[in-house]
């Protein structure tokens, strides 16, 4: 059975990228994403919650809302993601409810992982 949609929540996220097999890498690599391709200028991922896309063909542009991943340990999801190619730009920093780290993918998408305190 389809898991159901929930109204008036987020149901998917789309990056633009200039590389779906590059960024099928990393994301499989750094968080162990699982894909779907849907022809040469799209993949769907899934990271087993949620579903969202790669496409390809546009100009990339970065910028906008920040995705925040979850990480039960910082320190590992940070080496994964710069062994990956990743780069971090903010250290792991500590906020309200937890501590969190920002890094840019490939393309230059900024996003950010965190984690509760311990």
Known sequence: ???????????????????????????GSAFGWTFTDYGPDYCE?????????????GAVET?????????????????RIEEAGGRIVKPIFEF???????????DGHELAVWSEND
Do not use: C, W
């Open 96 to 106: 309200p409810g937890g501590r969190r780290f920002h890094f840019t993918d490939p």
């Open 63 to 79: 910028g906008g809302p920040l995705i925040v991943l979850y990480g039960e340990d910082l320190a590992a999801t940070q080496t």
């Open 45 to 57: 991922f899934s990271d087993g919650r949620m579903k969202g896309g790669f496409a390809a063909g």
């Open 1 to 27: 059975m389809a898991d159901k949609h929930q109204d008036r929540t987020i149901d998917y996220i789309e990056f633009n990228v200039s590389d779906i097999t590059r960024s099928k890498e990393f994301y």
